[in-house]
């Protein structure tokens, strides 16, 4: 298990929501950006959206369906996510850094993902 812990994945369809959290584990994150990637099959890890440590500051790679939040008080960030499609279907990741940012690799730390499957 690493520093972060993902939750909340499951099988659902097609219009359906779904609330993914992501804890830390074993240390704390005070001070750090959070971010949502997503792997889909065959598909390269992709951005889906960041928060910086206030909230202030949000990106997303599309708006609307998805949106971003924290609760700094027990160091987890959701990820809510209506409207779901099938193409949505992926393993979703957590990830923290200092610097917000949408670029995966500047992301040093990881969970280990949570599957979340659309079924049409």
């Known amino acids: 298990q690493g520093p972060l812990v993902e939750s909340g994945g499951g099988l659902v369809q097609a219009g359906d929501s779904l609330r993914l959290s992501c804890a830390a584990s074993?240390?704390?994150?005070?001070?750090?950006?959070k971010a949502w990637f997503r792997r889909a099959p065959g598909k390269e890890r992709e951005f889906v959206a960041a928060i910086s440590w206030s909230g202030g500051s949000t990106y997303y790679a599309d708006s609307g369906r998805f949106s971003i939040s924290r609760d700094n008080a027990k160091d987890t960030v959701y990820l809510q996510m209506n409207n779901l499609r099938p193409e949505d279907t992926a393993v979703y990741y957590c990830?923290?850094?200092?610097?917000?940012?949408?670029?995966?690799?500047?992301?040093?730390?990881w969970g280990q993902g949570t599957q979340v499957t659309v079924s049409s």
């Open positions: 074993g240390r704390t994150f005070s001070g750090y950006a």
């Open positions: 990830a923290a850094d200092l610097v917000l940012s949408r670029t995966e690799r500047l992301y040093q730390y």
